[in-house]
């Protein structure tokens, strides 16, 4: 038996991912190169925005052609927030379907993948074919632990290690606590049970995740908090470098910008969503931090740690949002001088308070325009940040060969920067130190040293 995992979406649904591929080799599955030579097929999706949910139909159209062209027809499991979102209704919409596993069912997979094999038999009723994996995420459910070891970590040098699923904070854009329902701590000494394994099979990265990853409070001990994390992470032999996603400028403490200044293994990088510039459009975004709390954290940081990169999330469009409030979007990202930033048009998302209380009313064209223009504003800085580096030298962790050419690789600096050069694929996995010869809005090339 065959399995085919494609992954849309965050990081958290990475892993979730590498999880459902632990277990489904534990149960016997192997992996197959794609859907046509696949027993199951497994889409695990993302609702973040209507785009990325899009994706998820487009996808089931291509095994639906796939089974008529060829006779194949592999049994199709929808799992990830699109399956907890949408729950039945995904079966009644696309008879392709033989499963949808929701986001807290994962462990479910292989015993539902079984089932369904035995109800191409039968004819199950779509009604019970649904219930099986859906929980409401509005209810207290579930531990967050997952058994040790088991995920198949699908980068050969970082490990995601999740420490938190689910989220509280109910910002009014964000479908998170409809999908992946309240926020659940995982025990410390799991986490460093994970971490110890992944440095065990090779890995010398480990990435923290959690929807608000600096809120964490060990349930296990009452004396670790985020910053508390870090360290006990740093300390486990063999874990040479740590990132983590993705912090609230609201829970940013001076003991977290303590621990990333202090700690070595912890890179100098800060994924800092802001979402936005303005501090009334923050507010309607329930976001709980303003404009000018988010730039003194900034220059908090920057004194402390000089040599910090820092990257954001931005909304354009947010319901309301005046050209006054972008533009105040667009000073911010000018000010800080972001390494990268992430930018995206607003999206109506089923559930949230936006949806309900907030007209999606910036028009389509001023979306676009905005947002290219804060592309446009961010590619500059970048290159100018970049440039800035040609010359020097910088240590990178190589991570991936070159697609396209096959005597170069790629890593990354502990800022995040992507850097090129020639190099063979056996130096995956190994910190190397680079001089920096030219430089491009999006990434760095150089020479090994
Ligand atoms: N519309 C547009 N972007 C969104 N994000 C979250 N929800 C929405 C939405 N409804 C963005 C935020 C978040 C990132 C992961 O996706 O910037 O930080």
Known sequence: MKYFIETYGCQMNVHDSERMAGLLESSGYEPAAGDADADLVVINTCSVREKAEEKLHSRLGHIKG??????????????????????????????????????????????????????????????????????????????????????????????YVTIIEGCNDYCAFCVVPYTRGHERMRAKAEILADVRAAVESGRREVQLLGQIVNHYQAPDDPHCDFAGLLEAVNNVAGVQRIRFASPHPRHASARLIAAVRDLPAVCKHIHL????????????????????????????????????????????????????????????????RFSCIFSFKYSVRPNTLASKKMPDDV?????????????????????????????????????????????????????NTVVNFPGHADWVGRFVEVAIRRAGPYSLWGEVV
């Open 66 to 159: 796939m089974g008529r062209a060829t006779g194949h027809f592999p049994v199709v499991a929808v799992a990830g927030c699109v399956a907890q979102q949408e729950g039945s209704r995904l079966l009644e919409r696309s008879n392709v379907i033989d499963l949808v596993v929701g986001t807290q069912r994962l462990k479910m997979l292989p015993m539902l993948a079984a089932q369904a094999r035995v109800q191409r038999q039968q004819d199950v009723s779509t009604a019970t074919r649904a219930l099986a994996a859906i929980v409401d995420v509005s209810t207290p459910y579930d531990e967050p632990s997952f058994p040790l070891g088991l995920a198949r970590h699908a980068d050969a040098v970082k490990a």
């Open 273 to 336: 969503p802001v979402q936005s510039g303005s501090t009334p459009v923050l507010q309607r975004m329930r976001r709980r931090h303003t404009r000018e709390h988010y730039l003194d954290l900034v220059a908090k940081i920057r004194a402390d740690i000089p040599n910090i990169q820092l990257s954001t999330d931005i909304i354009i469009g947010f319901p309301g949002e005046s050209e006054a409030e972008y533009q105040e979007t667009l000073s911010l990202v000018d000010a800080v």
């Open 363 to 415: 028009v389509a064209d001023d979306k676009t325009r905005r947002i290219r223009e804060i592309q446009l504003l961010q590619r500059r800085i970048q290159l100018e940040l970049h440039e800035a580096m040609v010359g020097h030298r910088v240590e990178v962790l190589v991570d991936a060969r070159s697609q396209r050419r096959d005597w170069e690789v790629s890593g990354r600096t502990t800022g």
